[in-house]
């Protein structure tokens, strides 16, 4: 089990940025892909994006694409979203998660994921 706790949210202004931090504990860790969603009040959960097994390929939701990253560092057992050119729409609390093995669902889909924070509020003012 990877136990992951978010941090980093926040209020800021359209424009700004912010990045989230996803603090894991346990030792496969660094072997997990990592999937950061969202949830605004009212809607579903949303995949914003991953980082796959291999560490480095990334995938996006196409309403994030060019103004969010995601990077890791295994030596903190520490991932990372990096969220700029923020927009009030991205205001939602954001989740992190860590999917341990391919089993058959794509990186976008939630009920691939094993392990998940708790979620951390981004609310971006207009």
């Known amino acids: 089990q990877v136990q992951l706790v978010e941090s980093g949210g926040g209020l800021v202004q359209a424009g700004g940025s912010l990045r989230l931090a996803c603090a894991a504990s346990?030792?496969?860790?660094?072997?997990?892909?990592i999937g950061w969603f969202r949830q605004a009040p009212g809607k579903e959960r949303e995949f914003v994006g991953a980082l796959a097994w291999n560490g480095y390929t990334t995938y996006y939701a196409d309403s994030v694409k060019g103004r969010f990253t995601i990077s890791r560092d295994n030596a903190k057992n520490t991932a990372y979203l990096q969220m700029n050119s923020l927009k009030p729409e991205d205001t939602a609390v954001y989740y992190c998660?860590?999917?341990?093995?391919?089993?058959?669902?794509?990186?976008?889909?939630?009920?691939?994921?094993?392990?998940w924070g708790q979620g951390t509020q981004v609310t971006v003012s207009s």
């Open positions: 346990g030792r496969t860790f660094s072997t997990c892909a």
């Open positions: 998660a860590a999917n341990r093995a391919p089993r058959g669902f794509a990186l976008g889909d939630a009920r691939g994921y094993e392990d």
